[in-house]
């Protein structure tokens, strides 16, 4: 058997909260630092922090909540809906304003990304209507 001089390991970590992001890194230096001891070898540990974790605004969350019961009526929209673990970068725009990341109902496709995942055109007018009523909503046309 031949024992290969180094390895690299590599790989990402997604978290729905911030507080649990901290403690996951820290227990994984942890156990880096550690296995190393144990085997007598030396590690290093790097971890790149990408993105942060996606947290709504209240205020916006309510707001886009609204504005598809304006467009769908409340029976088409669904408010309890528990968190992904998506690999989601809109926590770079929530930095900079206050957001929400919400979803559009695309009737009972595959997920996005899914290589079955099929469009539902039908979806575009509600769609399009939902983010025409968020703009009314918060400048009002006369």
């Given at each position: 058997n031949?024992?290969?001089?180094?390895?690299?390991?590599?790989?990402?970590?997604?978290?729905?909260?911030?507080?649990?992001q901290?403690?996951?890194?820290?227990?994984?230096?942890?156990?880096?630092?550690?296995?190393?001891?144990?085997?007598?070898?030396?590690?290093?540990?790097?971890?790149e922090?990408?993105?942060?974790?996606?947290?709504?605004?209240?205020?916006?969350?309510?707001h886009?909540?609204?504005?598809a019961?304006?467009?769908?009526?409340?029976?088409?929209?669904?408010?309890?809906?528990?968190?992904?673990?998506?690999?989601?970068?809109?926590?770079?725009?929530?930095?900079?304003?206050?957001g929400?990341?919400?979803?559009?109902?695309?009737?009972?496709?595959?997920?996005?990304?899914?290589?079955?995942?099929?469009?539902?055109?039908?979806?575009?007018?509600?769609?399009?209507?939902?983010?025409?009523?968020?703009?009314?909503?918060?400048?009002?046309?006369?």
């Open positions: 031949v024992i290969p001089d180094s390895a690299r390991i590599t790989g990402t970590a997604r978290f729905l909260k911030k507080t649990v901290a403690n996951v890194v820290e227990r994984m230096r942890d156990v880096v630092e550690g296995t190393a001891r144990v085997y007598g070898c030396k590690a290093t540990f790097d971890y922090y990408c993105v942060d974790v996606t947290e709504n605004e209240n205020r916006c969350t309510d886009a909540i609204q504005a019961i304006a467009v769908a009526g409340s029976d088409r929209v669904e408010t309890e809906i528990d968190p992904l673990m998506g690999g989601e970068d809109f926590s770079e725009m929530l930095k900079a304003r206050p929400a990341f919400i979803f559009l109902g695309n009737g009972e496709s595959a997920m996005l990304h899914h290589p079955e995942y099929d469009f539902d055109d039908e979806a575009i007018p509600s769609g399009s209507s939902w983010f025409v009523e968020l703009a009314e909503q918060r400048m009002p046309v006369n």
